[in-house]
């Protein structure tokens, strides 16, 4: 195709907390997630990790990742990127 989409489940992340950059040929994500309890509770168990969390992708030279969109929605976000040539 003309493009490559990327879909990162990050749920209960604050969106102005999510990071996207390209160094090189290396997509970086970055968002942190707060632990939210209440005033004086001790939680016994944690369903989701809480802090920073990140994740980099090798993206390849074929991508023109200069044009990349990124939309934040119901805890996905989705990354789409350009292809810049032929891929292969």
């Known amino acids: 195709g003309d493009r490559v989409e990327m879909s990162c489940e990050l749920p209960g992340v604050?969106?102005?907390s999510i990071a996207v950059t390209?160094?090189?040929?290396v997509l970086a994500i970055r968002a942190e997630r707060s632990l939210s309890v209440l005033d004086d509770a001790e939680p016994l168990e944690l369903e989701r990790?809480?802090?920073v969390l990140g994740r980099d992708v090798a993206l390849g030279g074929e991508l023109d990742a200069s044009r990349l969109d990124t939309a934040y929605d119901d805890g996905i976000l989705r990354i789409?990127?350009?292809v810049?040539?032929?891929l292969g």
């Open 14 to 16: 604050d969106p102005r």
């Open 22 to 25: 390209v160094d090189g040929d």
């Open 49 to 51: 990790p809480h802090g």
């Open 80 to 82: 789409t990127i350009p």
């Open 84 to 86: 810049a040539g032929p």
